[in-house]
């Protein structure tokens, strides 16, 4: 989304990446990315693809479990229509329309950042955990974890059966407090088209926590059976007929969430910007990967778009800094959903199963974490709001008429 913004602003582009675009589609499955509104709407104002036979996701049904059964349900709309593209048929896609917009695609594995640094006025790295390891030092003030705070557990189903879960027409969250959550998001697959990506978080430890000797996509989608005939038993039916999307479409691991400073100095004197899960990973319990990757680079797009002098690091580094005026209240949305949740949190929950417009404000959280604050993680706030809609939801009372 970078290249695209800054071709459009005249730039000269040239993308390094090791896998071209028919790599990309026989890669294995990769981790479920969802756009909430914002960032389909700025994806689409670049011009890279729109995926109009993609299912859309307007609205989501949020269970809240115990082991007595569903508490309580949510069931609210999204202000704007979210969506979850395969990457394999993004990036593929991508290159090729990049390509076609103008931008130079090398591929290779990239060995030299100094040799690149050297030719251009800016390299941007936005490779993720697994690449360039160090590169990026850790920010000890902006980082909360040390230590994984979820196992995770993600693969793509088809022929699920609707007729047995009708809310899952559109995006389903099931919480068990403490235990587990699991995410049934529309998603449009590679090989199967419409599909479900199904995302489950464990606690580490937990009654939940099976995942760990899973080797298959069929192996994972047994487990899954079990952990929901265990804890979210409504939503076996709809489990009854999956299957996988193909073999390779799921994935298991965890993470540390962290922030790392966003300017590297090379061996030479150079430096290089890191962009997205390269300085900022959050867990993908908030569905914030893609979303603030995206917030990023139209940032900076705009950012570089206007600048007219040298790209210095104490420039780079201080638009960051003005980036994250906005951007840490991403990372508050996440590391807070991944703490134990407060009283007054399940009572903004318990008075949206009753409220949709409280629903729908929770809801663009997904889509702007800073719409949550301070209402959602501040308790005399929450209880404000909560009274403010009580007041508004009460019927007018006057003198009666006769």
């Known amino acids: 989304m970078l290249a695209a913004a800054l071709l459009r602003s005249g730039w000269r582009v040239v993308i390094h990446t090791d896998r071209s675009p028919s790599d990309h589609l026989a890669d294995r499955g990769r981790p479920t990315a969802c756009l909430f509104g914002d960032q389909v709407e700025y994806e689409r104002s670049v011009g890279l693809p729109e995926w109009p036979q993609a299912p859309r996701m307007r609205r989501i049904h949020l269970d809240l479990c115990t082991p007595d059964g569903v508490a309580f349900s949510i069931d609210a709309p999204l202000r704007k229509p979210a969506l979850a593209v395969d990457q394999r048929l993004k990036f593929s896609a991508g290159l090729e329309v990049l390509a076609a917009q103008g931008a130079e695609v090398v591929i290779g594995a990239v060995t030299d950042l100094d040799a690149l640094a050297a030719e251009h006025d800016l390299v941007v790295v936005t490779v993720g955990r697994e690449a360039f390891g160090g ?16 196992k995770v557990f993600m693969v793509n189903l088809e022929d699920c059966d609707q007729a047995a879960s009708p809310a899952h027409a559109e995006g389903v969250f099931s919480f068990v407090p403490g235990v587990l959550e699991i995410f049934w998001i529309p998603f449009h697959d590679k090989d199967a088209g419409p599909a479900r990506s199904v ?4 606690a580490p430890g937990g009654p939940a926590d099976r995942f ?22 409504h939503e076996v039916g709809y489990l009854a007929t999956a299957v996988p999307t193909s073999p390779v479409t799921w994935l298991a691991g965890a993470l540390t969430p962290v922030v790392r400073r966003p ?28 979303n603030n990757a995206t917030r990023m680079a139209a940032f900076f797009a705009a950012e570089l778009a206007a600048h007219t002098g040298p790209l210095t690091p104490e420039w780079l580094s201080g638009r960051f800094d003005e980036f994250w005026r906005i951007g840490q209240y991403t990372n508050l949305f996440s590391n807070g959903l991944l703490a134990p949740m407060a009283d007054f949190q399940q009572e903004v929950l318990a008075a949206a199963s009753q409220d949709p417009v409280i629903g729908e404000r929770l809801w663009e959280g997904f889509n702007n974490p800073a719409s949550l604050f301070p209402w959602f993680f501040d308790g005399p706030s929450a209880r404000t709001y909560l009274a403010q809609r009580e007041r508004s939801r009460r019927p007018a009372t006057g003198p009666a008429l006769l």
């Open 212 to 233: 760990d000797g899973v080797t298959s996509a069929d192996e994972g989608l047994a487990v899954l059976r079990s952990i929901v005939a265990d804890f979210v038993p």
């Open 199 to 202: 995302v489950v978080e464990v």
């Open 135 to 150: 590169l990026f030092p850790r920010d000890a003030s902006r980082s909360v974890h040390t230590a994984p705070q979820r």
């Open 263 to 290: 300017v590297a100095v090379l061996p030479s004197g150079r430096h290089v910007l890191g962009l997205g899960d390269a300085v900022v990973l959050n867990d993908p319990l908030a569905g914030q990967g893609a």
